[in-house]
């Protein structure tokens, strides 16, 4: 009886901790648990009142004074860190402490979550197996963090069939993005590939670029090293539409038009190309110019009336040579501050490239910025003709060289108002006595924003220089702020990068010795002193 009246409260805890266990482990005993956590308050209680009067004894001990005072310190602390955990489930800040922020989004696709204005569902078909899932379930979650327009959920194909059926799911690992009546899908996890999807499903329009062609310019459908389809791939990807334009040939420019590239012309333009291009821009459009040096393309007149001045030169640049290229590919690792250079910091490579320079006069309103400059130990080489080329004082021009200026201005231009419906008019004119047969209303202004940059080189687009360093990225945000895509304004995605240590073969035997046979002794050799010290008392 005396074993049993010291040790009930053993039992009883004994017993709550089984009904705890049998709750969370096997559900399906509830009928056990409940049984077990019974027996387990009366054995308590039991306990309680057989020793009531030891228990008041107790209580007046200074012992139990100290420790009811620890405890309730503990319950203090335990409640603080209850509630902050509370707090931070539903508010929490996310940190990403490694040097390349793997975990991290890129800024490209923070400003698309961040800019969302419609909620985006996206469902993830993976199987419980699919060694994927994980990955996938991270970079949702990093987009879902940033924007709490993105919903996401994972369904494993197995389980769903009816889900399977109704989105035609034939691939484990397929993503489904929908906005609204929109949708896109991907069979990857790349963190481009989602950031596409978003682009894709919540764009409002689909915005169409047009390379300009018929002048020996390399072509978006060649695959070669000089052709530019990688870098129509690349805008695709991103939700624009390429198209090829022939305005030679072209009794109209098409209205479609949001942005027309001219990707490096051998020769001339013709005079109503020229004035095409010029109308287009007093109407508000978008032109990015790709200038070769050496060429007669005819641009240098044209764009010198827009504040550019196109030079007969060839930038050389030294420092090209000690990353890999030579002196005829200037490299560019600093930028100057504009909406396409924000947060970007790459290097950028442009095999044979001309100058392009803001001229002291420019046309009123007209906002110039050079974006790229090469280094001090460039120069603009001006003598094309001589057979070795050197920097000759007073004819040629010390860098740095601008290779890129953009530029926009405010225009206002007439739009004709929609044309009427024949019964709207005829409401129109009965109601405030106006002649029925008026089909249109006045002309509305309204402003809007030229935009062109101009760039001295057009190699650095083509398939065999595109994914050098940032060429690509540059290309792709001037492109987003031509067209006025300022969620798009890219950078490149961070990648793992290698962290090696490099050990000499002395300090490779010194951390063997130390880690597999010194620290190890040192534990034993302190184990068996204390042993036998213990021993002899």
């Known amino acids: 009886m005396n074993w049993l009246k010291n040790y009930l409260n053993y039992i009883s805890l004994g017993l709550l901790a089984v009904?705890?266990?049998?709750?969370?482990?096997?559900?399906?005993?509830?009928?056990?648990?409940?049984?077990?956590?019974?027996?387990?308050?009366?054995?308590?209680?039991?306990?309680?009142?057989?020793?009531?009067?030891?228990?008041?004894?107790?209580?007046k001990r200074r012992s139990f004074i100290y420790s009811s005072n620890l405890m309730l310190i503990i319950i203090l602390v335990l409640a603080i860190l209850v509630v902050l955990n509370f707090f931070l489930a539903r508010h929490h800040y996310r940190v990403d402490f490694t040097a390349a922020k793997i975990h991290s989004l890129s800024e490209q696709s923070v400003s698309v979550a961040k800019n969302l204005k419609q909620e985006v569902v996206i469902k993830a078909f993976f199987r419980d197996s699919n060694v994927s899932r994980q990955t996938m379930e991270n970079l949702l979650k990093n987009y879902a963090y940033h924007s709490p327009r993105i919903k996401y959920?994972?369904?494993?194909?197995?389980?769903?069939?009816?889900?399977?059926?109704?989105?035609?799911?034939?691939?484990?690992?397929?993503?489904?993005?929908?906005?609204?009546?929109?949708?896109?899908?991907?069979?990857?996890?790349?963190?481009?590939?989602?950031?596409?999807?978003?682009?894709k499903v919540t764009r409002e329009k689909k915005k169409t670029i047009y390379f300009l062609e018929g002048h020996g310019e390399?072509?978006?459908?060649?695959?070669?090293?000089?052709?530019?389809?990688?870098?129509?791939?690349?805008?695709?990807?991103?939700?624009?539409?390429?198209?090829?334009?022939?305005?030679?040939?072209s009794d109209?420019?098409?209205?479609?038009?949001?942005?027309?590239?001219?990707?490096?012309?051998?020769?001339?333009?013709?005079?109503?190309?020229?004035?095409?291009?010029?109308?287009f821009l007093e109407?508000?459009?978008?032109?990015?110019?790709?200038?070769?040096?050496?060429?007669?393309?005819?641009?240098?007149?044209?764009?010198?009336?827009?504040?550019?001045?196109?030079?007969?030169d060839l930038v050389v640049d030294t420092v090209s040579r000690l990353l890999g290229g030579d002196y005829f590919m200037p490299v560019v690792t600093e930028y100057q501050s504009h909406d396409i250079t924000k947060n970007f910091r790459y290097a950028t490579f442009f095999p044979l490239a001309r100058s392009v320079e803001i001229s002291d006069t420019r046309p009123e309103g007209l906002t110039l910025n050079s974006l790229a400059r090469t280094s001090a130990n460039s120069w603009s080489e001006r003598q094309l003709d001589k057979a070795?080329?050197?920097?000759?004082?007073?004819?040629?021009?010390?860098?740095?060289?601008?290779?890129a200026v953009a530029g926009?201005?405010?225009?206002?231009?007439?739009?004709?108002?929609?044309?009427?419906?024949p019964e709207e008019n005829k409401e129109k004119a009965e109601g405030q006595d106006q002649p029925a047969g008026e089909q249109t209303e006045a002309a509305a202004t309204v402003t809007r924003e030229v935009r062109l940059a101009v760039f001295g080189d057009s190699d650095f687009?083509?398939?065999?220089?595109?994914?050098?360093?940032?060429?690509?990225?540059?290309?792709?945000?001037?492109?987003?702020?031509?067209?006025?895509?300022?969620?798009?304004i890219s950078v490149q995605p961070r990648t793992r990068s290698p962290r090696p240590i490099n050990l000499t073969p002395s300090q490779g035997r010194f951390l063997m010795w130390l880690s597999v046979i010194l620290l190890p002794l040192a534990v034993l050799v302190t184990g068996l002193s204390i042993w036998l010290r213990r021993r002899s008392l």
């Open 19 to 59: 009904a705890i266990v049998i709750l969370a482990v096997w559900p399906q005993y509830r009928t056990v648990a409940w049984v077990s956590g019974g027996a387990g308050l009366v054995a308590l209680v039991v306990y309680l009142i057989v020793n009531l009067s030891t228990l008041k004894e107790g209580l």
């Open 153 to 199: 959920e994972f369904i494993d194909p197995d389980k769903n069939p009816g889900l399977v059926k109704k989105y035609d799911i034939t691939q484990d690992g397929t993503t489904v993005f929908e906005c609204g009546d929109k949708e896109n899908r991907v069979t990857t996890t790349s963190e481009e590939d989602v950031t596409n999807a978003i682009i």
């Open 218 to 249: 390399n072509s978006v459908e060649d695959s070669g090293d000089v052709g530019y389809s990688t870098a129509k791939a690349e805008l695709e990807k991103i939700g624009y539409e390429v198209k090829k334009l022939t305005l030679a040939l």
């Open 252 to 279: 109209n420019f098409p209205a479609d038009c949001d942005l027309l590239v001219i990707p490096g012309p051998r020769k001339g333009l013709l005079p109503n190309e020229f004035q095409t291009i010029k109308n």
């Open 283 to 312: 109407k508000g459009g978008r032109v990015l110019f790709l200038v070769d040096p050496e060429t007669s393309s005819g641009l240098e007149t044209f764009l010198a009336d827009y504040g550019i001045k196109l030079e007969n």
């Open 388 to 403: 070795e080329v050197s920097f000759d004082q007073g004819q040629d021009q010390q860098g740095p060289i601008s290779l």
């Open 408 to 421: 926009s201005k405010k225009v206002e231009i007439k739009e004709p108002a929609a044309e009427k419906k």
């Open 461 to 488: 687009i083509t398939n065999k220089y595109y994914n050098l360093s940032g060429n690509g990225n540059f290309f792709l945000n001037t492109v987003n702020w031509l067209t006025e895509e300022a969620d798009l």
